[in-house]
């Protein structure tokens, strides 16, 4: 099972909206609704950030939202803060392993 | 809230097993899924496996052969055992829960040096 494909850097000014895609395959991303991102700050452990596509954990800045077309979902974080320059992963459940991750996405906020 | 706590060593030798026990308080292991991921240092998120307080167990492919997850329900522990290790094992080991469709709670990592 291959790693979804995820741009590896992102970057925006601050108040600006990115958008980092996350693609996969009709055995993956585009056969489940099971889309979830992460963020993960330097040394730290990851955090949920959206599940099942575009639906946001309690406590989770509604700036962070969630969609999928076909075999690519994205993310789209609008209002960029400083404190969102990390780096975010995509899973999704698969045909053939339950889980894959992305190759995760490097946000810079200029 | 939950909290996880992974435990175990910190450096293994080449070719030895790799172990690792996962403490959950706060919630019990007998529901939803409880997984191990792992995260080679510098580099990207990887799936190993879940145990599902139904007894199921899943592996990811790529690492079958030489992982076995297991739980311990009267603890509240699960574990991990990855075999015949070499430096390319060499990670922080997370465990983490999915009980809403993500990996919503996980601990904080513990790094395993394979080294000899």
């Known amino acids: 099972q291959s790693a979804l494909t995820q741009p590896a850097s992102v970057s925006g000014s601050p108040g600006q909206s990115i958008t980092i895609s996350c693609t996969g395959t009709s055995s993956d991303v585009g056969a489940y609704n099971y889309v979830s991102w992460y963020q993960q700050h330097p040394g730290k452990a990851p955090k949920l950030m959206i599940y099942d596509v575009s639906n946001r954990p309690s406590g989770v800045s509604n700036r962070f939202s969630g969609s999928k077309s076909g075999n690519t979902a994205s993310l789209t974080i609008s209002g960029l803060q400083a404190e969102d320059g990390a780096d975010y992963y995509c899973t999704s459940y698969t045909s053939s392993s339950p889980y894959v991750f992305g190759t995760g996405t490097k946000v810079t906020v200029l | 809230q939950v909290q996880l706590q992974e435990s175990g060593p910190g450096l293994v030798k080449p070719s030895e097993t790799l172990s690792l026990t996962c403490t959950v308080s706060?919630?019990?292991?007998?529901?939803?899924?409880w997984s191990w991921i792992r995260q080679p240092p510098g580099k990207g998120l990887e799936w190993i496996g879940y145990?599902?307080?139904?007894?199921?167990?899943n592996y990811n492919p790529s690492l079958k052969s030489r992982v076995t997850i297991s739980a311990d329900t009267s603890k509240n522990q699960f574990s991990l055992k990855l075999r015949s290790v070499t430096a390319a094992d060499t990670a922080v080991y997370y465990c983490?829960?999915?009980?809403?469709?993500?990996?919503?709670?996980w601990g904080q990592g513990t790094l395993v040096t394979v080294s000899s």
């Open positions: 706060g919630g019990s292991i007998s529901s939803h899924y």
């Open positions: 983490a829960s999915d009980t809403m469709g993500g990996f919503d709670y």
């Open positions: 145990f599902y307080y139904s007894g199921s167990i």
